[in-house]
């Protein structure tokens, strides 16, 4: 199996609401990572877990706000978003992140901030 | 820095043709190389990939070989099908962390 799964499929909230997204994979994938993608663009990597450790955070703003409670799941916390955030919101794992190892995507979350 | 360049799209083809969509890169050391695949409205599939220089991923019908010479991994389908039409995204991988760079994406569509 694999597949990596994410929760909600679509997401609309306002400005000062407080939401999460949730992502998982029982792979026994090391690695997880979360990426946005806007419109008509690639996807541009957020965050990389390793070992449930952060391990990259590529400059996000902290209204965005990772979390790994286990190596199955991968949480992304929102709050005071701004609609330019609106996107397409990537969950993927890979077995332990090095350069040959696949990332496997989840379906991702679409996010309309409003 | 590292860089993918894919051809720019969008590549519009009738069923059954060939389709070539190119992939040049630019990294130090030796990157893997993949092909992911995107349909309307859903996440990336990685179609193929390549870890090494003068290997050949395959899957589908699609194959790419890993050209260091050209720092090349050029996407080919000798005879598409309309179910084909996505966006499809060259992307390399470097290093123990292993970040995906892509590319901006080809986007392909088949007409019967």
């Known amino acids: 199996d694999t597949e990596v799964t994410q929760t909600p499929k679509h997401l609309v909230m306002g400005m000062t609401n407080k939401k999460s997204l949730k992502c998982e994979q029982h792979?026994?994938?090391?690695?997880m990572y979360w990426y946005k993608q806007k419109a008509k663009k690639p996807p541009e990597l957020m965050f990389v877990?390793?070992?449930?450790?952060?391990?990259i955070n590529e400059s996000v703003p902290s209204r965005f706000s990772p979390e790994c409670p286990n190596s199955s799941l991968l949480n992304l916390h929102l709050h005071a978003l701004q609609p330019e955030d609106s996107a397409l919101y990537l969950c993927a794992s890979s077995l332990e992140g090095g350069h040959a190892d696949t990332q496997y995507f989840g379906p991702g979350t679409r996010l309309t901030v409003l | 820095g590292d860089s993918v360049t894919q051809m720019e799209g969008p590549v519009t083809l009738s069923e059954e043709a060939f389709l070539t969509i190119n992939c040049t890169y630019t990294?130090?050391?030796?990157?893997?190389l993949f092909w992911y695949v995107q349909y309307p409205g859903e996440g990336l599939q990685l179609l193929l990939k390549a870890t090494k220089a003068d290997d050949k991923g395959s899957n589908k019908g699609f194959e790419a070989t890993y050209r260091k010479e050209t720092t090349s991994f050029h996407l080919e389908k000798g005879s598409v099908q309309v179910s084909d039409s996505a966006v499809y995204f060259c992307a390399l991988r470097k290093g123990s962390q292993g970040n995906l760079i892509f590319g901006k994406g080809t986007k392909l569509s088949v007409k019967p």
């Open positions: 990294a130090t050391g030796y990157p893997s």
């Open positions: 877990y390793s070992y449930e450790k952060l391990s």
């Open positions: 792979m026994g994938h090391r690695a």
